[in-house]
């Protein structure tokens, strides 16, 4: 399945793979502390709060936050040379190693690379990603 991670639209993902697993509504609804409106109203949404979210991701076993991860993998600015960095030592917010790449975003880049759809160096500036990590892929992926 080809996913599009610019546009996300959560709670038609999140119906999807209610239907995938086959849940009773009664058990959704006990779970998220939802009625069967609001559990409708909920495959509607574009966006839901991080909670709900949360709980989403336990009771369909499914991780909704990796999606919004790619998208920002994809398609956040790369950040600017002249910015202030914070130093990691002074900030609260968890730090992260490295970029993570799931399996979902290789394919999507692959593909751009076999289709010719993008030039290598494009994909490097677009993505930001870097010209070894691209490169091994191809290496390792290439069909």
């Given amino acids: 399945m080809e996913f599009n991670f610019k546009d996300i639209f959560i709670g038609n993902l999140i119906e999807k793979?209610?239907?995938?697993?086959?849940?009773?509504?009664e058990r959704i609804c006990n779970f998220l502390?939802?009625?069967?409106?609001?559990?409708?109203?909920?495959?509607?949404?574009?966006?839901i709060n991080t909670d709900l979210l949360l709980r989403c991701s336990k009771l369909l076993e499914y991780d909704f936050f990796r999606i919004y991860s790619q998208h920002l993998l994809l398609y956040a600015p790369p950040a600017s040379i002249n910015y202030k960095k914070v130093d990691s030592q002074k900030t609260a917010s968890p730090q992260f190693r490295k970029s993570l790449y799931t399996?979902?975003?290789?394919?999507?880049?692959?593909?751009?690379?076999?289709?010719?759809?993008?030039?290598?160096?494009e994909i490097m500036t677009k993505y930001n990603i870097p010209k070894t990590t691209l490169y091994k892929w191809i290496k390792k992926h290439k069909k």
């Fill in 17 to 25: 793979r209610v239907e995938e697993l086959q849940i009773s509504t």
């Fill in 103 to 121: 399996t979902e975003i290789i394919q999507f880049i692959m593909e751009l690379v076999e289709k010719g759809e993008m030039k290598n160096s």
């Fill in 33 to 47: 502390k939802l009625n069967e409106k609001q559990l409708t109203e909920l495959y509607k949404q574009k966006d």
